[in-house]
């Protein structure tokens, strides 16, 4: 009997070969203890309101008014709604074409695209042309967008930063792609260094690969760091120079947990260096209402923005946007609302900053709470998270682990997360998930888990690492790396 098409020996070979670890072997162990009725902590994905985070009150007091829109002619819907939630709704109703229920353009809604052009040019300093901006399903659509876009075969490269969100090395793989790997400096902060970004293009050309673009996430996923200025030019002009595409993701900018650097956009980095650079350079930001203190992963809303892409490149990219017909129409409301949220005077604006301000605080202490408590644990190490949602602690394993993973045919740090997991009931993510340097492993957490939370948990967390360090130290022979 001959294979049939979607029998696994007969699947696209780039289907088998993509990994994505966020949703991998941990998780769905997890999963089934869940199942089994094990309490499951899931800091494996930045889901915030998953781990507790309330939704903020204004965004879903509009979108409830947009989904069931004969809300709005109940003659007390003033008695259950404010006045500028009220008059919101009606703004974007009037916007759309039928209501949420209909398509909308490909592209997006063109009021809410006008409302992204505008916080951008009022965050960036610069104007911004609605035409370049494009409403996605989450970032993560977008990002797939592009790298589909770039990539014509096994031969284009894309560096990508290492340790990195497996979004990237996934949908590299998927297209058919070359992950090009620059290591990011974790006894620097996970700083970056140009020469070697230089060295990994001069390795991969060297292999045949064509670099194309470059990927960099900033403020950091998985690990936390905040670029500067001064990072932002060098890669700009490192772009300029090596003539690649920037693609980047800044879907934590409103997650900033220090004051030394505050989140700066690439475009604004881009379009203060001038001529000829500023003309040159090819960029594509990313952004979502996944993150931040909104938090909402689960609308599905994103969008990303296009500087010094050729018009007919733009047509091409709408064409492919047209196949799916229209972004999910209420995400693309909370993304309007996002950016264009309640101003001083408004009825709603005091309660918004309470809350809004309420979660970028405890993040800011949970921040803390969570590094301070990896750093006092036996052989781990931790950076301060500047930014983002996550912990990416080293876990300096004793040779007899290493070991005792291998009889066990499992990746030393997946190992350990697994062991954490059973012990703990906490869910991370193993760090050759994200990819490191040869013989160092991590894990990472998110710091989500609700702040009253968060002391037991890095409890148990320490109880679990140092018996796990004192069954498996070799005190004779065994020093930290």
């Not at 007919?312 to 492919?320: G, L, N, P, R, S």
Request: with cysteine; proline share 7%.
């Amino acid at each position: 009997m001959p294979l049939k098409a979607l029998d696994y020996e007969s699947i696209n070979e780039n289907v088998k070969k993509t990994q994505y670890a966020v949703r991998g072997e941990l998780y769905l162990r997890a999963s089934e203890l869940q199942k089994e009725g094990k309490k499951i902590i899931f800091t494996n994905v930045g889901n915030p309101h998953a781990l507790g985070q309330k939704p903020l009150t204004f965004p879903r007091q509009v979108v409830a008014l947009c989904q069931a829109p004969f809300l709005l002619d109940d003659p007390n819907v003033g008695l259950l709604f404010p006045a500028d939630a009220i008059a919101r709704a009606k703004h974007y109703l009037s916007l759309t074409s039928g209501g949420l229920g209909a398509y909308s353009d490909s592209r997006g809604v063109p009021g809410i695209r006008k409302e992204v052009a505008e916080f951008i040019g009022r965050r960036d300093g610069y104007p911004s042309d609605p035409e370049l901006i494009f409403l996605t399903d989450g970032a993560s659509k977008g990002v797939m967008q592009m790298l589909n876009t770039i990539i014509r075969g096994e031969g284009d490269g894309i560096l990508v930063p290492v340790p990195q969100y497996p979004l990237y090395s996934a949908a590299i793989t998927l297209f058919g792609g070359s992950l090009v790997p620059y290591y990011l400096e974790e006894t620097a902060n996970w700083g970056l260094d140009v020469d070697d970004l230089r060295q990994s293009v001069a390795q991969a050309r060297s292999k045949g690969i064509t670099v194309r673009a470059m990927v960099i996430i900033n403020p950091g996923n998985p690990t936390g760091q905040c670029l500067s200025e001064a990072n932002l030019r060098e890669i700009l002009k490192f772009c300029y120079q090596e003539n690649l595409v920037l693609l980047g993701d800044e879907v934590y900018q409103q997650n900033i947990y220090q004051d030394e650097r505050p989140f700066i956009s690439s475009r604004k980095v881009l379009l203060d260096m001038g001529p000829p650079i500023s003309k040159e350079v090819q960029l594509i930001s990313f952004h979502t209402v996944s993150k931040g203190y909104w938090g909402e992963c689960g609308q599905r809303g994103g969008y990303f923005e296009m500087t010094n892409i050729p018009p007919e490149t733009v047509d091409e990219i709408y064409k492919v946007s047209s196949i799916s017909l229209s972004p999910n129409v209420p995400a693309q409301i909370f993304l309007g609302l996002m950016v264009n949220p309640p101003r001083p005077g408004d009825i709603s604006y005091e309660q918004y900053v309470r809350e809004s301000k309420g979660i970028l605080e405890s993040l800011r202490r949970r921040a803390s709470i969570m590094t301070d408590g990896f750093n006092s644990c036996r052989n781990v190490v931790c950076n301060f998270t500047e930014g983002a949602m996550y912990s990416f602690p080293q876990i300096r394993l004793p040779p007899k682990a290493i070991e005792a993973a291998k009889r066990a045919g499992k990746v030393p740090d997946v190992f350990y997360c697994l062991k954490l997991l059973e012990a703990t009931g906490i869910s991370t993510v193993p760090g050759s998930g994200f990819g490191q340097k040869e013989g160092m492993f991590h894990l990472r957490t998110t710091i989500l888990p609700a702040e009253e939370d968060m002391p037991a948990i890095m409890e148990s967390f320490k109880k679990f690492n140092d018996e796990f360090m004192e069954q498996y130290e070799d005190h004779r022979g065994y020093s930290r790396m």
